[in-house]
């Protein structure tokens, strides 16, 4: 079968427990593609338990493999044309309370692929998460299971993996056919990659902090491909320093290095922008999902400001029309492990829609996430998101405050809602993952109503900006 690779042009975020404002661990990604238009569902798969090992195989390189025959519950976003587009599940959280984002399109140079070709029908992003996630029980365990996965088949993309528990933040960067180096997010840090390989010191005696594929400094030093006299910078070994890097993928993580630590001055170009950084202020979902949807937003650089048209065009922003989803996997240490997970899902451009909450404790996704159509229907979220978005955007400085407005209010709204399900779940501890698919269902029907009276307004307002207009006695 001819292999069929579609990459994900992506932004990831990673926040340590002691670095978040409550305590929790956070990982996030948009899921970003080539294509505007590429339907997605929220699924949740229950705990099974098989007589014996079944296969899975991917619909696009013909990659096939065993898994166990029993698994953990787990969440996922994948595509809805999924035999022609492959699965892509992207996101999830397992019954275990183990997250997994995967996976941000990561490229290595020319020399190590060299040495060490991607293989074309290797494990690919299109089946990592259900190959990973269901079966993991911390997010160590993750990083093991797939870096002795991609040992076995091999890698036939370059891809970055997202790990969390409660206590832990991994991220993992599979660079070439069989390497690939993992590095732990210090408790009190946080990372922002986006498309380059972004890891740099590995140290080799720090296997708390470190894991990588075995061989892999020999398959260096044998191969010459260290350019550094000392160290061991996996950025500078096996990542890209080009022209797609200054223009595509730096200013990314500059943009959210100066977010968060603006009294830093740097270059949205440079190259050596650090991997692990740290910021005197605790870091917010709102914080997170604002740089989710940020588009440079308040600089010559945003395409939607009053920059030059030069400025404006230079850099690739954060927020895109092509954001299939973007996602904040949450894991909560101040609430029992029952009902700590939450999976904030914008299904919708994430500059102008909202992030909702969702208990992964459930048995099953609300109905306008499921089945979702592969046209228009405003009836999906999907579709009803995406048409929300396109409307504020059409008449951008028009709409903003409205919109802003709206991001506001659904946000105390959402953090209302989980402050009260917790309370609530307290007494319902029997029948608990059902008690928690009915508030799920009340935040989507709830956060629908808010963004139907928005598109009420937005229609009507835009009708009054037509230039189809004529007032006689204004133009005599």
Not at 178 to 200: E, F, K
Not at 422 to 445: P, V, Y
């Amino acid at each position: 079968m001819e292999s069929k690779t579609i990459e994900r042009a992506c932004t990831s975020i990673l926040v340590g427990k002691k670095a978040s404002i409550d305590g929790s661990t956070m990982i996030a990604r948009n899921d970003d593609t080539f294509l505007t238009i590429a339907p997605h569902n929220f699924l949740y798969h229950p705990a099974a338990e098989h007589e014996t090992e079944h296969r899975v195989k991917s619909y696009l390189n013909g990659f096939e493999a065993t898994v166990p025959a029993n698994n953990y519950s787990w969440t996922a976003v994948p595509n809805v044309a999924y035999k022609t587009e492959g699965y892509y599940d992207e996101s999830g959280i397992n019954g275990k309370n183990v997250a997994m984002s995967a996976t941000e399109s990561t490229y290595g140079n020319e020399r190590a692929l060299a040495y060490d070709p991607l293989v074309t029908d290797g494990l690919d992003e299109d089946c990592m998460l259900r190959m990973v996630l269901p079966f993991i029980d911390s997010a160590r365990a993750g990083v093991q299971l797939l870096g002795e996965i991609i040992a076995l088949y091999g890698s036939v993309a370059g891809n970055s993996v997202l790990f969390s528990d409660k206590n832990h933040v991994w991220y993992m960067e599979l660079v070439t056919g069989h390497h690939w180096v993992a590095q732990r997010i210090p408790d009190d840090a946080y990372a922002i990659c986006s498309n380059r390989v972004s890891i740099q010191q590995v140290d080799f005696t720090d296997t708390e902090n470190f894991m990588w594929s075995e061989g892999i400094q020999e398959f260096v030093e044998i191969n010459h491909l260290n350019p550094d006299k000392t160290g061991f910078n996996f950025r500078h070994i096996f990542g890209t320093s080009n022209l797609k890097d200054r223009h595509y993928n730096n200013p990314r993580v500059w943009y959210g290095q100066r977010y968060f630590n603006p009294e830093i001055v740097q270059d949205p170009e440079d190259h050596e922008l650090p991997f692990i950084c740290r910021t005197s202020h605790k870091i917010t979902l709102e914080d997170i999902q604002y740089l989710l949807g940020s588009h440079y937003n308040e600089t010559n650089f945003d395409p939607l400001g009053s920059g030059s048209q030069q400025d404006k065009l230079r850099y690739r922003p954060i927020g895109l029309n092509r954001t299939q989803n973007s996602h904040v996997l949450q894991l909560r240490n101040d609430v029992p492990e029952a009902y700590s997970a939450l999976m904030w899902l914008c299904i919708g451009f994430p500059t102008f829609s909202p992030y909702l909450p969702f208990y992964t404790n459930m048995t099953e996704t609300p109905a306008s996430y499921r089945d979702v159509p592969e046209t228009l229907d405003l009836n999906y979220s999907y579709w009803f998101y995406r048409t929300m978005s396109m409307l504020v955007e059409a008449h951008y400085s028009d709409f903003l405050q409205e919109n802003i407005d709206y991001l506001t209010s659904c946000r105390q709204y959402t953090h209302g809602m989980i402050a009260q399900t917790d309370k609530l779940a307290q007494d319902h501890s029997e029948d608990l993952a059902a008690f928690l698919t009915s508030r799920n269902a009340l935040l989507s029907k709830d956060i629908t109503e808010k963004t139907t009276a928005l598109m009420q307004e937005l229609i009507l307002k835009g009708i009054n900006l037509s230039k189809l207009t004529f007032d006689m006695d204004k133009n005599l």
